[in-house]
């Protein structure tokens, strides 16, 4: 019989949706002030994956990733999708509708989770609302994706940067002393 032991520390990220350029730059400040350094960023990208986004953000949407350099334990998602929340409500416009989209996640050893505050057959709930998926999985060297995986995490420049913030995060829990 196995016993049960604590989760191994995974690495922050989050995926920003902004039709802003600077907006995406406060905001990396802001997440960063939150949950420590950046340790890797993607490209400011256009993001022209589907048109759900546009009626409350607007259209011309830029997609950047980032990645937190302190580990956090994937207990902490749910606190961390919520913050995100918050975070999008103060920077929203004056009517309500927002300006950026946070989407937390971590990368751990073998998949990308995301957070969600939308339930769905493929995810699970956490807690306060507060729902998991399993967005791709690391195999045979690359990241696989699901039916239900997100257009913009399998273009190559997103697999190309999670690929490199996995790097990192054995990197970084070999001399911790992990795997």
Same mark, same amino acid.
């Given at each position: 019989?196995? %016993? ?16 802003? %350029? ?8 802001? @997440? ?18 589907? &048109? ?37 409500? &103060? ?22 989770? /995301? ?11 956490? &807690? ?7 967005? @791709? ?11 239900? %995986? ?11 940067? /999670? %690929? ?5 995060? @054995? ?9």
């Amino acid at each position: 019989m196995s %016993t049960p032991g604590e989760a191994q520390p995974v690495k922050l990220f989050a995926g920003l949706l902004s039709p802003d %350029t600077t907006l995406l730059i406060a905001i990396e400040e802001e @997440l960063a002030a939150l949950y420590g350094p950046i340790d890797a960023r993607s490209d400011i990208v256009a993001w022209d994956v589907s &048109r759900y986004y546009e009626p409350e953000m607007g259209s011309n949407l830029l997609r950047r990733f980032v990645a937190f350099a302190r580990p956090i334990s994937p207990e902490a998602l749910p606190d961390i999708k919520l913050g995100a929340g918050e975070v999008e409500r &103060r920077h929203a416009r004056a009517g309500g509708g927002r300006r950026i989209n946070i989407d937390p996640g971590y990368i751990d050893v073998g998949k990308v989770v /995301l957070a969600s505050t939308k339930p769905a057959g493929h995810r699970m709930y956490l &807690r306060s609302g507060i729902y998991a998926e399993m967005t @791709l999985l690391y195999h045979s060297g690359r990241y696989e994706a699901f039916v239900y %995986t997100y257009a913009d995490f399998l273009w190559p420049a997103t697999t190309a940067f /999670l %690929t490199e913030a996995r790097r990192m995060h @054995l990197q970084q829990l070999k001399e911790n002393g992990g795997v």
